[in-house]
Every structure is written in structure tokens, then in C-alpha cells.
């Protein structure tokens, strides 16, 4: 049955002993707009007013302990990583059953923890909503944001239900389940395949090789790699949903290497290894850090080449040395693939600012990165040098030729309008 068909299932999530006023008021709200509200209680000392459709005892059982055993466990922190670990068991268990079609969580700093870690194991694509005292906050680590994540702030609610507090949890309400009663579930009648880049500016090959690989037969999702973009795509390898990837772009790498906090996550050019999707591998713009613009450029990058792309976002370049680890991170990582991986390394520069003339011009240093690269490349992956830029056309060409031959051996899903 399709969601147009029924009313969504909203999975709401918070502490029924301290939160059931607002918890109940969330409920009416989904109800009143169309959905149907799934209580999944997360409490650990007290009971709540109303009986919901997934008890405490529930998510304990779920944890694999029991209530008791996570009240005696110590402390506040210790019970409520037990109690995430239980309820997002217990609604993964749910969602692959087809009985979520959106979540709702509300809390302050422990119940926003927690929903981080439930939003975290539901896939792509079901609305997720947590309505936080720490919304948008820099306590959250990037890492633990599910990629589709929409946060609000629980503004003028962290006490009992009032003017302000009742506009935020309806908005909330409403968003979640508007968003389920419209999400239109990704379509996999054609194999897909995940591309990286860095907007269309610094890197531009997605611009040749997405209409070639749509001709192909093939859907093509690019994702821009700064930092929840990489996210995003490692979510979708993790859970196998692309035929192949072109990820050109692992500049995050070097962000995680660097400390910026324009980051994927340490897993960064991992999952699709993992996961045993043929990749095809480019050092994209792994020469530079990225950081915000607003802020000071932190003192070991001073005297970098620095380039600033607008108000929110700027990019430093690496030393030398720097970009000698990255290459070895990079092979590393290369190394612990199960499926086919080709490497292709752009000789004359990694991204448009790294050209004669552009404020990110640095020959030498490029070519400590490509030496370091030959001699850390795996055995076990395909290296091919490209006499060009990343950015010209010959390079995609490359590229293009590689996927190509691997349809053609069977490594890769022929697409569905390929003859």
C-alpha cells in the first residue's frame, strides 16, 4: 500500500514520566494532520499517563537487559545509552517491517542524543524530525547527524507546554507528517550510481560524465562532499544502494585528517568498500582543508594559500608533508575494499584553484601528493596515471572508458536501457 494510500505511521519518541504533556500534545497534532502517532516510551524511572505502543520494558528487552538492570547501571549517561541502544533496535526492527513511515523525537541533550542514534539507523528517505533544546547546536558531532536529518529548537518548552512551546511541537508535528504523506521513496528501476564532487566550480568532470552515464542507463546521484554530503553517500553505500561510485572528490579525507570540522566521519572512503561496490577513485581537492569563513584561520595553517568560496566556507591548502599522509590514509583505506577498485591520478592538478594563475597554485607540492600516491597505491587496486587535469575532458574520458570496460566484464550492473 503506498503512503497516498493510508495514513503515515509517525514513530514519536521521548520520556513519557517527564515529557507526557508535550508528548500528548504531539500525538493530537499528527493525529489531527493525517497521521498516526506510534508512542515509543524511552523513560527509565517513572511510568507515563498513557499506555504507549512500545513500553520502557520494550526498549530495555530490545537492548538486551532489562529496565532494572539499566536503572542500576550507574548513572543518567550510562541508562540512556543503554535506553538509545534498545529504542533504535527497536525501530529498526519496525522499519524494515514497513511500520515507520517518519519519526518524531523530542528532548534536551540526553533525549536529543538519543534520537540521533535512532534517526541514525533508518533509511534514506523516511522523514526524520527532532524537535531539541540543542538543535543546530556544535555539540553535535557531524558524524552522528543521519544525512536527511531536520532539526527545530524546542524553544520556550523545556518545562511543561505553553504558547510558544505548542507553535514549535505543532510545526514539528505538522512538518513530520506532511513530509511522510509526500516523501516519495527513491526509485531503483535503474541501477544508480553515486558520484562525489565539490559544487561545480572547484570540480566539474560530473558535468560530462553524468548525461554519458544516464544514456547508459543509469541514475546518477551526486553528492557534494562537504561533510554531510559525504555523509549522505556513505550512508547509501553502507546499506549497498549504488551499482558503482565515481568518488572523485575525498577532500573530506583530508578535513578528518586535519581536525576541520567540515567532516564525514573517520569512515570516509570506507563503506562502499565494505559493501563490495566497484569503485572508481580520484583524489579530488584532497590538497586543501576546508573551514568555515566566518572564523579565524587557525594558526597552523597561517601563511597557507587560502582561498575563500563565500561567506560560510574557505579552504587552506595542506604542506607537502601533509598531503604525503593523506596519500597513505587514502591508499589505506583503498586496501580494505572486497570489490573492484581503479584509481585514477590526474597529473596536472586535483581541482580548478591548483592551476597556473589561481590563488591555490602549488606544483611542488602536487607533485609530493603524486609521488607519494604511486608509491602507497595497493596492490589490489587498478592505478592509472591520466596526463590531465581533473578537470578536462580527457580525464572523464578516462574515467568513462574504465566503468566502460568493467559493464563489459561484468563487474558492474549493465544499466536498464542498455542494450
Known amino acids: 500500500m503506498s503512503l497516498s494510500a493510508r495514513p503515515p505511521k509517525i514513530v514519536v519518541i521521548g520520556t513519557g514520566d517527564t515529557k507526557s504533556e ?67 533496535a527497536l525501530v529498526r526492527e519496525l522499519s524494515e517491517a514497513g511500520e515507520v513511515d517518519g519519526m518524531i523525537a523530542l528532548g534536551g541533550s540526553l533525549g536529543t542524543d538519543l534520537a540521533l542514534d535512532v534517526a541514525a539507523v533508518l533509511p534514506l528517505g523516511v522523514p526524520k524530525f527532532i524537535v531539541s533544546t540543542i538543535a543546530y547546536s556544535h ?48 526509485d531503483r528501476a535503474r541501477p544508480l550510481i553515486g558520484m562525489t564532487s565539490l559544487g561545480s566550480s572547484c570540480l566539474k568532470y560530473m558535468k560530462f560524465l553524468k548525461p554519458e552515464l544516464e544514456k547508459r542507463g543509469y541514475d546518477v546521484a551526486v553528492f557534494h562532499s562537504t561533510g554531510m554530503g559525504g555523509r549522505a553517500y556513505e550512508a547509501v553505500a553502507a546499506d549497498r544502494g549504488f551499482a558503482a561510485v565515481f568518488d572523485f572528490c575525498i577532500q573530506e579525507v583530508t578535513n578528518a585528517e586535519n581536525g576541520s570540522v567540515v567532516t564525514s566521519g573517520p569512515d570516509r572512503l570506507e563503506n562502499a568498500g565494505r559493501a563490495g561496490i566497484p569503485q572508481i577513485v580520484a583524489p579530488g581537492a584532497v590538497d586543501m582543508v576546508d573551514m568555515p569563513a566566518w572564523q579565524d584561520t587557525p594558526a597552523r595553517f597561517a601563511g597557507r594559500p587560502f582561498h575563500a568560496h563565500n561567506r560560510l566556507i574557505a579552504s587552506v591548502t595542506v604542506s607537502p608533508e601533509q598531503r604525503r599522509d ?6 589505506g583505506k583503498m586496501a580494505g575494499a572486497v570489490a573492484p577498485v581503479a584509481f585514477l591520478l590526474p597529473m596536472q592538478g586535483i581541482q580548478e584553484w591548483d592551476q597556473e594563475g589561481e590563488p591555490l597554485h602549488e606544483p611542488a607540492a602536487l607533485e609530493a601528493f ?20 581533473i578537470n578536462a575532458p580527457d580525464f572523464a574520458v578516462k574515467a568513462l572508458e574504465v566503468f566502460d570496460r568493467w559493464v563489459a566484464e561484468g563487474i558492474i550492473v549493465k544499466g536498464r536501457n542498455a542494450s
Request: charged share 20%; hydrophobic share 50%.
Open 22 to 88: 508535550e508528548l500528548l500534545f504531539m500525538a493530537e497534532i499528527i493525529g489531527t494532520a493525517g497521521g498516526v502517532p506510534v508512542m515509543v516510551d524511552v523513560s527509565v524511572l517513572g511510568e507515563p499517563p498513557y499506555v504507549p505502543g512500545h513500553s520502557k520494558h520494550d526498549i530495555a528487552r530490545a537492548a538486551g537487559t532489562s529496565i532494572q538492570n539499566i536503572i542500576d547501571s550507574g548513572d543518567e549517561n550510562t541508562a540512556m545509552s543503554l535506553m538509545a541502544k534498545g529504542a533504535a
Open 139 to 186: 555539540l553535535l558531532p557531524p558524524e552522528r547527524i543521519a544525512p536527511d536529518l531536520m532539526m527545530i529548537l524546542w524553544a520556550g518548552g523545556l518545562y511543561g507546554l505553553n504558547p510558544i512551546c505548542r507553535a514549535v511541537l505543532s510545526q514539528a508535528c505538522g512538518a513530520v507528517v506532511g513530509a511522510a504523506k509526500a516523501a516519495e521513496r527513491p
Open 326 to 331: 593523506v596519500a597513505r590514509v587514502v591508499a
Open 370 to 389: 603524486l609521488d607519494a600516491m604511486r608509491k602507497a597505491m595497493p596492490a589490489s587496486v587498478t592505478f592509472e596515471e591520466v596526463d590531465a587535469h
